[in-house]
């Protein structure tokens, strides 16, 4: 799936409503500053209402430490119904084919507490309208793609 960073087409955006958050004394996730970056399919035929979420530690650069796919409208359609578990519930799950570290399911916890108790997930989606918006309208500098299935998994 070819998909581009949300702040390389919204920069001042990405700037104020990137998220990120501080970990300090959790018993699996090292302190430090995590930060989720939001990637987009830039394909404008296709609406398939997901959000790529690559997780950095600040202090360590760009080193990826879990890949996350979250599904925008399964969670919008589930919410809490379902009896589902919270993950499910969540429409997040790690991409099998992105950049994953030992504590990649942890993150994934954390991102998912993140959607479920701030605005975190509409920020996505109106995130995800803006950038389709911007591929409707061709402001999509192609150089700018990356292909999240031909990454290398780390462990």
Request: overall charge negative; glycine content about 6%; aromatic content about 8%.
């Amino acid at each position: 799936m070819p998909i581009i960073q949300f702040n390389l087409v919204y920069p001042d955006i990405a700037a104020r409503e990137t998220k990120a958050l501080g970990v300090t004394n959790d018993e699996v996730i090292p302190d430090g500053a995590y930060q989720f970056e939001e990637m987009f399919c830039d394909n404008p035929q296709c609406d398939c209402r997901e959000a790529i979420i690559v997780v950095y530690e600040q202090s360590l650069g760009d080193v990826p430490l879990a890949t996350i796919r979250y599904h925008l409208e399964t969670a919008e359609l589930l919410g809490n119904k379902l009896g589902l578990c919270r993950t499910c519930r969540s429409g997040a799950e790690l991409m099998q084919d992105g950049d994953q570290s030992v504590i990649a399911e942890p993150l994934l916890d954390l991102f998912v507490e993140c959607i479920s108790k701030t605005n975190y997930a509409q920020t996505l989606s109106r995130h995800y309208k803006m950038f389709k918006a911007a591929v409707a309208r061709k402001q999509i500098d192609t150089v700018s793609r990356r292909n999240v299935g031909h990454t290398k998994k780390r462990r």
